[in-house]
């Protein structure tokens, strides 16, 4: 076994905690690497509080997670020692299942292994994440980082990139379209970022006004205050798509009015609670409201060969993991721009 160290909460109001654990010696088709980044989700907050249920406890976090190949099993093909990896929300799935087929890892229909709280395909192995200076995963759930970003800011692609990516080109989002992203934060920023790539109308729908310059700043042609219902008149029926990105209990019917016929409002925020959706929010204009979860693993490397051809990064504030928990607090409030990335060799 590989001694490893890293950060975990040990109950769900234990916040976090360095703790030593053990990973698995490299099977024929495993690769170790080092970690050097490891992006901060909102996910990570929403789990180690066990905000959604279900919750395996001790929890080391983090799913945005970078590095350099340290180890290979004897059978590996597709990395060597010393490559750059990535691995994000997934660290192995059935494989065989109908989704798992068509590259749809996410949506495996026998339960795939989530990065961390999860647990491996026997069933009985839990996952641990990125929080943690080391970690072993079969080849087929590591990506290729592109060699030409900067590497802390590319880790965030990994969960952020991704999730807010896969919805966009599934809709087919490009030019004569208009973008509606709600939330600016993580992902917010990254749909943003993607949106303008794909040649989309982009406007940035924020609680917070201090973020208008900001917005602007990313490249987002309009920008509007969902608090001010004068700015949230004039978007009636203007928007193609609503990408939705809030982490926390929101009323998607004020969103709804603001698309077109046949607009599709796509939920990738994940607030704990329940919201009341009116059938009149759908009936009067034909309109969808839809998910998405992250991205499968063909799809997670297109999405970083894209980002290395059109030099897309994620937006970062480097922190030492010993300031996880103000990093947390910030980012409750909003105050982020736009991901937290820990520096591992802080550990
Ligand atoms: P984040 O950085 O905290 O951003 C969330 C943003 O939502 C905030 O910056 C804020 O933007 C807005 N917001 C927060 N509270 C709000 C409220 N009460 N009403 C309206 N807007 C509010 O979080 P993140 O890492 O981007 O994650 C966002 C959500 O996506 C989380 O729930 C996370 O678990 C989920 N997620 C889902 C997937 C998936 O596969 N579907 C993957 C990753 C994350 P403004 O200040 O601009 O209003
Ligand atoms: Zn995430
Ligand atoms: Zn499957």
């Given at each position: 076994?590989?001694?490893?160290?890293?950060?975990?909460?040990?109950?769900?109001?234990?916040?976090?905690?360095?703790?030593?654990?053990?990973?698995?010696?490299?099977?024929?088709?495993?690769?170790?690497?080092?970690?050097?980044?490891?992006?901060?989700?909102?996910?990570?907050?929403?789990?180690?509080?066990?905000?959604?249920?279900?919750?395996?406890?001790?929890?080391?976090?983090?799913?945005?997670?970078?590095?350099?190949?340290?180890?290979?099993?004897?059978?590996?093909?597709?990395?060597?020692?010393?490559?750059?990896?990535?691995?994000g929300c997934q660290v192995d799935s059935c494989r065989t299942c109908e989704n798992c087929q068509h590259g749809l890892e996410q949506y495996c229909l026998n339960g795939n292994s989530q990065?961390?709280?999860?647990?491996?395909q026997?069933?009985?192995?839990?996952?641990?994440?990125?929080?943690?200076?080391?970690?072993?995963?079969n080849?087929d759930f590591?990506l290729?980082?592109?060699?030409?970003?900067?590497?802390?800011?590319?880790?965030?692609?990994?969960?952020?990139?991704i999730t807010?990516y896969s919805p966009l080109r599934h809709w087919m989002?490009?030019?004569?379209?208009?973008?509606?992203?709600?939330?600016?934060?993580?992902?917010?920023?990254?749909?943003?970022?993607?949106?303008?790539?794909?040649?989309?109308?982009?406007?940035?729908?924020?609680?917070?006004?201090?973020?208008?310059?900001?917005?602007?700043?990313?490249?987002?042609?309009?920008?509007?205050?969902?608090?001010?219902?004068?700015?949230?008149?004039?978007?009636?029926?203007?928007?193609?798509?609503?990408?939705?990105?809030?982490?926390?209990?929101?009323?998607?019917?004020?969103?709804?009015?603001?698309?077109?016929?046949?607009?599709?409002?796509?939920?990738?925020?994940?607030?704990?609670?329940?919201?009341?959706?009116?059938?009149?929010?759908?009936?009067?204009?034909?309109?969808?409201?839809a998910g998405s979860a992250n991205g499968g693993i063909a799809e997670t490397q297109e999405m970083?060969?894209?980002?290395?051809?059109?030099?897309?990064?994620?937006?970062?504030?480097?922190?030492?993991?010993?300031?996880?928990?103000?990093?947390?607090?910030?980012?409750?409030?909003?105050?982020?721009?736009?991901?937290?990335?820990?520096?591992?060799?802080?550990?």
């Amino acid at each position: 076994m590989i001694a490893t160290k890293g950060y975990a909460a040990q109950t769900k109001d234990s916040g976090l905690a360095p703790w030593a654990f053990k990973r698995r010696e490299l099977g024929p088709h495993d690769v170790q690497f080092d970690i050097t980044y490891c992006g901060v989700c909102h996910s990570d907050l929403h789990q180690i509080r066990d905000d959604w249920g279900g919750a395996i406890f001790p929890m080391v976090p983090g799913h945005e997670i970078v590095g350099r190949v340290v180890g290979i099993g004897s059978q590996v093909t597709k990395f060597s020692i010393g490559d750059l990896a990535g691995t994000g929300c997934q660290v192995d799935s059935c494989r065989t299942c109908e989704n798992c087929q068509h590259g749809l890892e996410q949506y495996c229909l026998n339960g795939n292994s989530q990065t961390y709280n999860g647990l491996e395909q026997d069933k009985k192995t839990p996952t641990y994440g990125g929080y943690s200076n080391t970690i072993v995963v079969n080849e087929d759930f590591v990506l290729h980082m592109p060699e030409n970003l900067d590497l802390a800011a590319s880790a965030p692609l990994l969960c952020a990139g991704i999730t807010t990516y896969s919805p966009l080109r599934h809709w087919m989002v490009g030019k004569g379209h208009k973008l509606a992203v709600v939330g600016l934060g993580g992902l917010g920023h990254m749909g943003v970022k993607f949106g303008l790539a794909l040649g989309a109308e982009v406007t940035v729908l924020s609680t917070s006004p201090a973020k208008e310059d900001a917005a602007k700043k990313l490249g987002a042609h309009h920008f509007i205050v969902t608090s001010d219902p004068g700015q949230m008149q004039t978007a009636v029926s203007t928007f193609d798509f609503i990408l939705d990105t809030v982490s926390a209990e929101h009323d998607y019917n004020q969103y709804l009015a603001l698309l077109k016929v046949d607009g599709v409002h796509i939920c990738v925020g994940a607030p704990p609670t329940p919201s009341a959706l009116s059938a009149f929010s759908l009936i009067p204009g034909r309109k969808s409201i839809a998910g998405s979860a992250n991205g499968g693993i063909a799809e997670t490397q297109e999405m970083l060969d894209f980002c290395g051809e059109h030099n897309i990064v994620s937006d970062i504030e480097l922190i030492d993991i010993k300031d996880i928990h103000t990093a947390y607090e910030r980012m409750l409030k909003g105050d982020v721009r736009y991901r937290f990335v820990i520096d591992m060799a802080t550990l």
